[in-house]
Structures are given as C-alpha cells and as structure tokens.
C-alpha cells in the first residue's frame, strides 16, 4: 500500500474470511506510511487460493496526519520463486560441507504428479579415495529445514540415492516440500580405515553434488487431482483510492 496522504494500515486473509480486520487477520502492516507485506510460498499460512485485502484508515491524535482522511494506491505483484528453490526436472549443482545442512524447497503442482528427488555424489572409495562422501538427504512438506531427527522421508541407503514421492503415499500431496542436504561423515578418530568409514577428512574442500527433483504426471485415468493446481505464477496491480476512515475489501485477488 502506497500512502498518498492520511495513514492507512494494511490486513490480509485467506478464504474464507473475506473481510480482515485487526481481530481476524492472517498478515499486517502497522508502519507510519507506506505499508509492505511479503507472503513467501514457503510460509506455514500459505495456501494457493483466493486472497483478501482490507485496507484500514487509521485516524487519531497519536499519529501525524491527525483525522486526516488517507488515500493510497494497492499494488499486488506474484513473482516467481527462486531463491532456494530446486527447478524441476534440471540438474542442479553446489558443495556441502562436513556436518552442514543445505536446504531448499520444490514444490508439487497437483496431487496427481509422482515425484522422484535424487541426490547424486561420488560415493565410491575407489573411485574417489579422498573426496567420496555418504550424505544424508531429508524431505519434509511441513518443516521447513528438516534434520535427521525432524523430518518426513530419509534417504537412508549408500547405494539406493532417491527419494520417490508417489500421489498415492496419503502424505504426499500438492504443495511446498523441503529437502535438507547433511554433510554426514565418521571424525578422524573413530575412522580406522578410510575406504569405508566415509571420513570427515574428505570434507575439507567441500564435496561436489547434485540434485535433482524428476515429476511424472499421472494419466489422467488413474487420478484425478482433488484441488486446482499451485505453484502458479501471475501478476496483477490495484490501484484504489481511499477517502474515508473505514476499511475497504479488495474481493477478487488471486494468487
């Protein structure tokens, strides 16, 4: 919300609730002047689905503009994510560190999409004598930095290197899931023998892996997916003047 004069407040929800108010909303913004709220994807209250706006002039002798009837200017903008996001059926590539975590998310567009998240590395002693590693890859859809002791799906297998998440598990479904990345390995004094104790040491310039996240749709006579697809990108802009002190709704915003 850009203030353009007086000092309006700035409250969001989801459906069902199309009115928000300072009792009832899921995100706000009480700055002095323009208003910002960022509703990231990964965010627990995040759902696709209508979103609603209300917009509310405050007025009073505790702020600047007194009783000053505020006017303003609503901007709604959808991006695409990126930042720790794993792109789907691509290769992608980083290092990990000895006893780290790595974490990003992907997320699954509908309930009728397998899912298949590989983690590839040298794990060959021979190979490899002193850069193999056995690193541990960890998936939830409700934590959002999963740890071998927080987490939905372990890759807990040396030769096997994937994850499937099929449609018809009753705990995959669609929406945001997260995949932490633990640079698991044996310190130097409980690693006797190198070649199969998978050593700390090979860590010392960071291992080189890869993941990637494989979608297969289902056809659609074996499925039929229960809730319009997410994980859709789009943008849109609002602009509407406020001239009373009261809250207006914008009804009709889609994310």
Known sequence: VY?????????????????PTVQSLVWSSYNWGTENITIMASDPNFSPGMFYIGVHAYCGTDVSTLFTPASYQVAVQLVTPSNGYLPLNQVFSSQLQANKYLYYKFCIPDD???????LQNCINATTCPT???WPEMLISNSVTKPTLQDRTWKLAEVSRRNILLNHQNPNVRAGHYYVGVYGWCTPAQFCNDKSTCGPCDNYNNAIQFT??????KVPQNQCKPSQPPGCTNDALTLKIPLL????????NVVM
């Open 3 to 19: 203030a353009l004069g007086g000092e309006p407040n700035l409250y969001v929800s989801k459906a069902p609730d199309q009115y």
């Open 112 to 118: 009728c999409t397998n899912v298949n998240v590989k």
């Open 131 to 133: 850069t193999y590693a």
């Open 211 to 216: 993941l990637q996240v494989l979608t297969t």
């Open 244 to 251: 009373l002190c009261f809250i207006m709704y914008l009804l």
